[in-house]
């Protein structure tokens, strides 16, 4: 595993409030900065808001409030929700920091010296929306195909940033490391956009047109405006923290794939230019539809993240988005599959190896913990049925493969609760000469929640603690992952009693 991890995922434009879409993301970012935490390694998970820009502008103008009043607003709700939703995020950037916009003046000073930054005239088909020129060949019966508008046509001179002359070096940098780019499917759209012309990138506009941008140092007449100002908040996060050394090459970054072309083209040439080294990997989300539809406010079905905090809570909200999207392709929202899951793994699978491994526990010893031994067959295909889960895991989180990571973990679950039917202590119990094989089985189901509060605990983290908290054990002794089988509980360390972790909901 590498040496540091820093994650980040894009930062949101502050015109919208936080939707399933960005939750999505953040809980993705959130879960691996988790995972490489318990892990050892040293974590930095950035995310934030993008403030500048003709849309974000015309979103102040029409709330009726100064730009300045207007992100500071957003960004603080957007702050809000994911501090509400348990994020751990080490670095939350604000394009409107003077630090942020500091950082980028300097990048384009430099640029401009090395002549990578030119004056030049300016025309094509803009989108507001996505805030970038699109080629005709783009455009979808010449409307733009994310948000379905006709671009507007301009023509003015303004300043571009030489992205052809990078782009061959990016492209050998993308056949020569396949894990650049993920998945594969996104690798090939890129590849194929790098064959064709791409011309240079134009980075600026008039101040008398937008004020709402950071100024070029070299002209003051002119501000730059949405991606080389928010493609360079992954550089300027660490430089703020004081640690840019030790935390680039960022680790991944985590997109949806709306903003791919920004974040595989622009941004490589960008890095190549001011050089320094390309990011590590580029992780390309799929989109969540919400009933079907594509989500919009006048349809009326944006799913916002606390609504469902509040009635099913955080971690199976974060269960549900991660098992039911292959990361890169796209999936539905409806509550009913998230209530479906709810059920099924979390109530069923794990919640049921809580209730009956603590009822058994406290009713047969009065909530002690009995002796391993004897030890039995079943007892290590049930130890193994965890190593495996384990090293399954790891596999597939490096694949970014959240959904089939999480099915390995309930495999060991289901293998668990299995064991408790096939073993059938609360028989066993029945009979006072097989007291210490209860004990030896309630042992081995202790361990079996203990690892799997362990290995859920990056994606379910209120849950993980809950159990931890339940079994008594020690947060130092909870961190450790490779604690042997039968060695984190002394015979005679005390259970809590049953609780109730996963609330059936009735749909
Ligand atoms: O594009 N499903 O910001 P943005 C899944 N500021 N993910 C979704 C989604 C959906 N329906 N809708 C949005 C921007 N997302 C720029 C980024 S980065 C230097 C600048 C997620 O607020 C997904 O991660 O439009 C997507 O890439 C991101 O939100 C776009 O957020």
Request: net charge negative; hydrophobic share 40%.
């Amino acid at each position: 595993m590498a040496d540091h991890a820093y994650i980040t995922t894009p930062i949101y434009y502050v015109n919208a409030e936080p939707h399933i879409g960005s939750t999505y993301t953040t809980v993705v970012a959130d879960a691996l900065a988790r995972f490489h935490r318990q892990r050892g390694v040293t974590t930095v998970m950035q995310t934030g808001t993008d403030e500048h820009g003709e849309k974000i502008a015309e979103s102040a103008r029409e709330a009726g409030v100064s730009p300045r009043d207007f992100v500071d607003d957003v960004a603080a709700k957007f702050r809000a929700t994911w501090d509400s939703c348990g994020m751990q995020y080490d670095s939350f950037l604000r394009t409107s920091d003077p630090r942020h916009v500091e950082f980028v003046q300097g990048v384009l000073a430099r640029l401009h010296e090395k002549d990578d930054i030119y004056f030049g005239s300016y025309e094509g088909l803009y989108c507001v929306g996505c805030e970038r020129l699109y080629t005709e060949k783009e455009l979808k019966d010449g409307l733009c195909p994310d948000h379905l508008t006709k671009p507007t046509e301009v023509s003015e001179p303004n300043y571009f940033f030489r992205m052809e002359k990078y782009k061959d070096a990016v492209r050998a940098h993308i056949e020569k490391n396949p894990r650049f780019i993920h998945p594969e499917g996104y690798r090939n759209e890129v590849l194929s956009i790098l064959k064709e012309d791409l011309g240079d990138l134009c980075i600026s506009r008039p101040k008398e047109r937008l004020s709402w941008g950071i100024e070029l140092p070299f002209d003051r007449d002119y501000v730059t405006y949405v991606w080389f100002d928010a493609l360079l908040n992954y550089l300027s996060g660490p430089a703020i923290l004081g640690r840019e050394q030790e935390l680039w090459p960022a680790t991944l970054h985590l997109i949806g794939k709306d903003i791919l072309k920004p974040h595989a083209v622009f941004w490589p040439t960008m890095l190549l230019a001011a050089g320094y080294p390309l990011y590590e990997r580029l992780g390309v989300g799929g989109f969540w539809s919400s009933g079907g539809h594509k989500m919009s406010k006048s349809l009326g079905n944006v799913v916002r993240p606390l609504e469902l905090r509040d009635k099913y809570g955080m971690d199976p909200l974060r269960y549900f988005l991660l098992r039911d999207m292959a990361f890169g392709q796209d999936a539905d929202f409806t509550e009913e599959a998230l209530v479906t899951r709810l059920n099924a793994d979390l109530a069923n699978g794990l919640g049921n190896l809580v209730s009956r491994t603590l009822a058994m526990s406290k009713k047969y010893f009065d909530g002690e913990i009995q002796d391993v031994r004897p030890i039995d067959p079943a007892d290590e295909a049930l130890a193994r049925a965890f190593a495996r889960a384990r090293a399954e895991l790891d596999a597939q989180i490096d694949n970014l493969a959240f959904h089939r990571g999480l099915g390995a973990i309930w495999e060991a679950i289901d293998a668990a609760n299995k064991y408790v039917a096939d073993q059938a202590p609360f028989k066993l119990a029945k009979d006072e000469d097989q007291k210490p094989r209860v004990g030896a089985i309630l042992h081995n189901c202790v361990e079996a929640l203990r690892v799997s509060a362990q290995l859920v605990a990056p994606f379910l983290p209120e849950s993980a603690e809950r159990i931890r908290e339940a079994l008594g054990l020690a947060p130092e002794k909870f961190a450790r992952l490779d604690l042997a089988w039968g060695a984190a509980f002394e015979t005679g360390h005390r259970l809590g009693g049953p609780i109730n972790l996963f609330p059936r909901v009735e749909s």
